[in-house]
């Protein structure tokens, strides 16, 4: 696997790269991961240490996203001619910047196919980074560059339906297959909220909603911000805690002391994965989501796996995820709206966790396991001539 993002560095495509990987190797096949190099004050720099299979290649920051890291061409290149083909079966990239470029010259060279899973419409997310540059030329060039990436790799996969929409209308060529990114679920299998509650100085009777990702403009968290303050007109002690870090942090710290929601909206940062991310789910008697950009929406299924309903926008890759009922409710797009339907449920534990309850049996049938599969299934179809034998790596990178 190739990709220009991956642990330390948290967010959704992380997140899918690593469940991957683990489900291919409980179905007994090899993979190795060239992803960046990440400096050791990057929080969270301890899960580098624990990955196996994983080439690092040195880079620079990125400006104005200085979590990221752009990986020195020269690196990859050698790092990727380091590996032996006769080794791989195929080539999976992830990213559609160098990590594109660099993996697909490496699988020609060696007569390797090569898939693409396309994680994120960068169309929505480009004019937020270059703010300078008019959107509209940002967006068009974004359509035309995923269009020539993903027409140059043997098959492409969306992880929703909306996402292999968007590509079509781009005039992408190739076959694209919806493959969700699955979950593990061992991992959402317990969480202690009372504790993480009582680390963060909240009382066990307040009224919490919850929302867990990368904190960037595209995420729409101004929207939450608006709906809190919305909410607190029935509910005053209501607390929204916000668990990640990202580019559009201070913005949002600005907006909170200009709209007086010290009260009741709390940055917790990035959280160890293993207890602490699950007991933030678990202390909230509600998942908030408003992110209109999403493929896919994981985070979404990992409150649900947790037993935490969830009150979102359908909107783009989420609209796969959030049924009606199924461990969520569909809001409006407009504060008044979404507070609407997010009052009942904060003000009603009961009810709230009744949803909750219908989430974590529905969040079931998204294991990483049957989403494996739908993969396996497919790279099988890029080598028509064999089955592919599990003593070689099916995955290069």
Request: charged share 20%.
């Amino acid at each position: 696997m190739v990709t220009d993002v991956y642990f330390p560095r948290v967010n959704g495509v992380s997140t899918s790269i690593q469940t991957l990987r683990q489900a291919l190797a409980e179905a007994g096949h090899e993979s190795v991961l060239v992803a960046p190099d990440y400096p050791a004050t990057l929080p969270q720099a301890e899960i580098k240490a624990a990955e196996a299979d994983i080439v690092r290649v040195p880079g620079w920051p990125i400006p104005r996203d200085p979590e990221d890291r752009l990986m020195h061409p020269r690196a990859l290149a050698a790092a990727l001619d380091e590996l032996d083909p006769a080794d791989f079966d195929l080539v999976h990239i992830h990213t559609p910047f160098l990590a594109h470029r660099a993996g697909v010259r490496w699988a020609r060279r060696h007569g390797l196919p090569c898939v693409e899973t396309y994680h994120t419409l960068f169309e929505e997310y480009f004019h937020h980074y270059l703010p300078f540059l008019p959107k509209a030329w940002l967006a068009a060039a974004a359509r035309m560059i995923s269009r020539k990436e993903c027409d140059g790799v043997t098959a492409v996969i969306a992880p929703s339906s909306a996402m292999k929409q968007a590509l079509l209308t781009y005039g992408v060529s190739r076959p694209i297959h919806i493959i969700p990114t699955g979950l593990n679920l061992a991992d959402f299998a317990n969480c202690d909220g009372p504790a993480f509650r009582a680390r963060h100085g909240i009382a066990p009777e307040r009224p919490v909603m919850a929302y867990v990702g990368r904190v960037a403009f595209e995420k729409n968290l101004d929207f939450l911000l608006r709906v809190t303050d919305q909410v607190r007109r029935e509910l005053p002690d209501v607390l929204l805690v916000i668990a990640g870090e990202g580019p559009a942090r201070t913005s949002l710290e600005r907006a909170v002391a200009k709209r007086q929601l010290a009260h009741n909206v709390r940055f917790v940062g990035y959280l160890e994965r293993k207890t602490e991310l699950p007991a933030c789910y678990c202390a909230a008697d509600v998942f908030v989501f408003a992110s209109k950009t999403e493929t896919q929406g994981l985070v979404l299924l990992e409150a649900m796996a947790l037993g935490v309903p969830v009150v979102g926008l359908a909107e783009m890759g989420t609209k796969d995820v959030l049924q009606e009922g199924a461990g969520c409710r569909i809001a409006p797009d407009d504060v008044a709206g979404f507070a609407e339907v997010l009052i009942p449920l904060l003000a009603n534990r009961a009810a709230a966790q009744a949803l909750g309850a219908a989430g974590k049996t529905y969040a079931a049938g998204w294991s990483e396991s049957r989403m494996c599969d739908a993969v396996l299934a497919l790279y099988h179809t890029l080598h028509p001539a064999y089955e592919m034998d599990t003593a070689r790596g099916i995955i290069a990178g």
